[in-house]
């Protein structure tokens, strides 16, 4: 498995790099005092583990998370207890570790690891091969094709999938709706908004405009977005 | 309340480079990240204090200090409040580190 380090603390990459020379399944790619150097790394290579520390300056572990599209499995390192709770609203976090981390801690984090490659894998098979999107309304399964999905909203309990023949209310989240769709077409731009980046007409500073909606572009996400266009 | 190396050479398992390493580290950040600690606490950025004060607790937690470790966390949250009624104590934790950090 290949991983890498994210933390502001030289200290605290010295011990998570001795952590890893002990489990041999571990190859260390790389180590990065920053999240945004992380992600110029993950933008060009993959890795299969992130050893995150949360308490990072100007952008968090928790901003680095959302602006990945598809994160690897996370392991959080941090001093501050405070934020296991955080860490259950994010699929990809597969263990939450306080420093000093003890050895004995660490190698049950990276079973977990193991077991979480094995599951995600059959996963994304599946996803491959759906074309339609069958959602629950009003007891009826109805179909969607996915193609035709422009952009889906986040209304508190409710997403308002939003589509070139009409928009449909359904009660989910943007996070399970999102793991449901083609990560080389949609894009999550905002906290409340999911676009089909196929179907941008523009865009302008923090705002795309689609079909005839404008949707906010967020400022952790305004990155991820622009990597994703084929810019002249 | 006395630092010890007995973390580090737990996870060394006789690595002397790795050993070095960390004192190295603890050497060059420690010191800093105390003066920037002072230089905020003084100048009232109380929050910023704070944000120090957790990169100074993980190596209260390195060098064995349990009892300021768990200090550290609740100084750090008071200090967000602006309570500073632990500042003094915690200055002794520190001047204590730096002591031992420099005979190593």
Redo the contacts between chains.
């Keep these: 498995m290949r991983a890498i380090i994210v933390d502001d603390e030289a200290a605290a990459r010295a011990i998570v790099e001795q952590l890893c020379t002990k489990v041999e399944a571990l190859e260390l790619v790389g180590e990065f005092p920053n999240a945004m150097q992380a992600i110029k790394f993950l933008n060009k290579e993959s890795v299969d583990v992130v050893f995150l520390d949360i308490h990072m300056p100007d952008f968090t572990g928790f901003d680095f998370i959302e602006t990945l599209k598809n994160p690897p499995q996370i392991i959080l390192t941090t001093s501050d207890p405070n934020f296991a709770l955080n860490a259950f609203e994010y699929a990809c976090i597969v263990d939450y570790l306080t420093k000093p981390i003890a050895q004995e801690r660490f190698q049950k984090a990276i079973q977990k690891i193991k077991i979480g490659s094995t599951i995600k894998n059959e996963t994304l098979t599946i996803n491959n091969d759906i074309e339609d999107l069958y959602v629950n309304i009003d007891r009826r399964l109805v179909k969607i094709k996915i193609q035709s999905i422009y952009a889906i909203e986040a209304k508190g309990d409710y997403i308002q999938i939003k589509t070139e023949n009409g928009n449909h209310t359904v009660h989910t989240t943007l996070k399970k709706i999102e793991e449901k769709l083609p990560e080389s077409l949609f894009l999550k731009v905002h906290r409340s908004y999911i676009i089909n980046t196929s179907k941008i007409i523009d865009i302008e500073d923090n705002s795309i405009l689609i079909q005839k909606d404008v949707i906010p572009v967020s400022r952790s996400n305004r990155d991820a977005l622009m990597k994703r266009l084929n810019l002249l | 309340m006395t630092p010890n190396l007995k ?1 580090i050479r ?4 006789g ?1 002397e480079s ?1 050993e070095n ?2 004192k190295g ?2 050497k ?2 420690f010191p800093s990240e105390k003066k920037h600690f002072i230089q905020a606490y003084q100048n009232k950025q109380f929050s910023e204090a704070a ?1 120090m004060v ?2 100074l ?3 209260l ?2 060098l064995n200090m349990k009892q300021a470790y768990m200090f550290s966390i609740n100084f750090e949250s008071a200090l967000k409040d602006k309570n500073t009624t632990g500042y003094s104590k915690f200055i002794t934790i520190l001047e204590i580190v730096e002591e031992f950090i420099t005979e190593l």
């Design positions: 973390y737990q996870l060394a398992d690595s790795f390493k960390m580290i603890l060059s950040e944000e957790h990169k607790k993980h190596k937690g390195m």
